[in-house]
């Protein structure tokens, strides 16, 4: 396709189909090593989970996850092209179970819209926003993650857990060249 990026879903139902996403300001899709480790991580939880990706950009995990077992997964992004692409992959890859919303992440999570709590939330915002820190707050205070959540955190910076929310507890951190990623246990049942 013209003018469109590509990458493959690496495992799962969907393994190999390939998803197509528009150039977008500061969308930088997470690499496949990346994302390979991080499904490592997720494998023994992911399959029926309900999932939410703050900055979908490419779609790239929420459609992975859903590849992989996941219930249904909400996919917020600012941008129109990057939400009508997402629509059309989700449709293509006949995933009926991924809500594509075109909303700013913590504007929508104040607005107390999320409905059932979500098990698994991907924060990958573009790098140059300095949203990170600040849209795990809006997520701690939305009160929409559910007991035992993982929440996987992207930065170009290495990510520092003296800015995050009291209470969550690192799993898993690793870095890839410029990349530093996470994965966080939220809300850990008793």
């Known amino acids: 396709m013209s003018g469109l990026n590509q990458l493959r879903i690496i495992a799962g139902s969907h393994r190999h189909r390939v998803i197509s996403f528009p150039n977008g300001d500061g969308l930088r899709p997470t ?5 390979e480790t991080l499904f490592n991580w997720l494998e023994p ?6 999932c939410l990706d703050l900055f979908a950009g490419s779609g790239a995990l929420s459609f992975e996850s859903l590849s992989r077992g ?35 992440a913590c504007e929508w999570l104040n607005r107390g819209l999320a409905g059932d709590p979500f098990d698994i939330v991907f924060v990958d915002p573009p790098f140059r926003g300095n949203l ?8 701690t205070k939305s ?11 992207e930065h170009h910076q290495k990510i520092d ?12 951190a690793k870095s890839a060249g410029r990349v530093f990623f996470s994965l966080y246990l939220v809300n850990p049942k008793l």
């Not at 991924?98 to 700013?104: G, H, N, S």
């Not at 009160?143 to 955190?153: C, D, F, H, P, T």
């Open 70 to 104: 996941a219930r249904s997964t909400t996919l917020l992004d600012t941008d129109r092209r990057v939400v009508m692409r997402l629509k059309e992959n989700a449709a293509l890859l006949g995933f009926t179970k991924a809500q594509v919303i075109q909303a700013e």
């Open 132 to 139: 990170l820190y600040k849209c795990c707050n809006c997520l």
């Open 143 to 153: 009160k929409s993650l559910a007991e035992g959540a993982r929440v996987y955190l």
């Open 45 to 50: 939880v992911v399959v029926g989970t309900n």
């Open 31 to 35: 690499g496949d090593r990346v994302r």
């Open 161 to 172: 857990s003296s800015k995050l929310p009291a209470g969550w507890l690192e799993l898993k």
